[in-house]
């Protein structure tokens, strides 16, 4: 099974992702914070205007450097909820790598809605999380205690500390 990757630029070689720095974990969340109050807009990734949850992701990690910048292509808004291909979980292992909890700060939450892994959110400082969420927009939230999440399946990533 094809996931769509074939298209997606590598993430960047050599710089620091081995060992994930302090200094390149805070520019993500300092990143990240930049974005907070953009409301929530399917497929868009315009700061002040409109986010989502995988394009959240992008825009960071390709403005610190860490990745580059890409178009993931077109995906429809409820891609997760008819169908079970682990779209998003495929993308995001082609620049990260599963990790145990709890996670660090710049490291990924991704939680499961509908039936695969389709919500993205980046740590602050766990359970502190910035995420895009429908009908809240680019949030800071505590991630175990958000209804929306609280309950849900989650899986955390990093992009430091593999060779991928």
């Known amino acids: 099974m094809s996931l769509g990757l074939e298209s997606f630029p590598s993430p960047r070689a050599g710089e620091g992702r081995e060992r994930g720095g ?4 805070a520019a993500i969340v300092a990143e990240a914070r930049t974005w ?15 986010i989502d949850c995988g394009m959240l992701l992008i825009a960071v990690f390709s403005k610190v450097g860490l990745i580059e910048d890409f178009d993931p292509g077109y995906y429809p808004p409820d891609f997760n909820m008819h169908r079970s291909d682990e779209k ?15 996670p660090l700060p710049g490291d990924l939450a991704l939680y499961k809605f509908g039936r695969c892994f389709a919500h993205g959110a980046i740590v602050v400082e766990w359970p502190t999380i910035i995420h895009a969420y429908v009908k809240q927009g680019c949030v800071l939230a505590d991630a ?5 999440l609280s309950d ?9 500390g593999a060779s991928l």
């Not at 302090?22 to 974990?25: A, D, F, K, N």
């Not at 907070?36 to 409109?50: D, E, I």
């Open 22 to 25: 302090v200094e390149q974990r």
């Open 152 to 160: 849900r399946p989650v899986v955390f990533f990093s992009i430091f």
């Open 88 to 102: 998003y979980l495929g993308w995001l292992r082609a620049y990260a790598h599963e990790i145990p909890g709890p």
């Open 36 to 50: 907070l109050g953009t409301k929530y807009h399917h497929r868009a990734r315009v700061k002040g205007a409109g």
């Open 144 to 148: 175990q205690r958000e209804s929306a």
